[in-house]
Nanobody, 121 residues
Framework: QVQLMESGGGLVQAGGSLRLSCAAS????????MGWYRQAPGKQRELVAS???????DYADSVKGRFTISRDNAKNTVYLQMSSLKPEDTAVYYC???????????????WGQGTQVTVSS
C-alpha cells in the first residue's frame, strides 16, 4: 500500500558527510511523523531522528549537532543530512513513516528496505 524508497547511503571517511533521502508513495492521505532509524551489527534498531508534519524534530543524543532531519510534505519525502560522520555511525539506516490512508484517524507504520552507511576510520 505504501512504499518507502531510500537513497543516499554509501562509504565515506570519518569526518565526511552523506545525505539520505526517503520518498513515500502509494495510498497516502497524510503522513504524521517521519523518521530515520539505524541498526548496527549485533545491536538493536535505534531512533536516529524524527520530524513531525509540523516540523518538530527529535534526535538521538549521539547525533545531535551532527545530523539534521528535514522533510518536504508536498513530496512526502524526508531527508537526513549527516555530517562529521564517525565510524560508530556505521549501520543500516531505515526510513519510517506513520501513514494515514483516508479520513479515518488511524495511522499505519511503514519501513523502508534500509540503506547501508559505512564510515571508515
Amino acid at each position: 500500500q505504501v512504499q518507502l524508497m531510500e537513497s543516499g547511503g554509501g562509504l565515506v571517511q570519518a569526518g565526511g558527510s552523506l545525505r539520505l533521502s526517503c520518498a513515500a508513495s502509494g495510498s497516502i492521505f497524510s503522513i504524521n511523523t517521519m523518521g530515520w532509524y539505524r541498526q548496527a551489527p549485533g545491536k538493536q534498531r535505534e531512533l536516529v531522528a524524527s520530524v513531525t508534519s509540523g516540523g518538530s524534530t527529535d534526535y538521538a543524543d549521539s547525533v545531535k549537532g551532527r545530523f539534521t532531519i528535514s522533510r518536504d510534505n508536498a513530496k512526502n519525502t524526508v531527508y537526513l543530512q549527516m555530517s562529521s560522520l564517525k565510524p560508530e555511525d556505521t549501520a543500516v539506516y531505515y526510513c519510517n513513516a506513520e501513514v494515514r490512508h483516508g479520513i479515518v484517524w488511524t495511522f499505519y507504520n511503514y519501513w523502508g528496505q534500509g540503506t547501508q552507511v559505512t564510515v571508515s576510520s
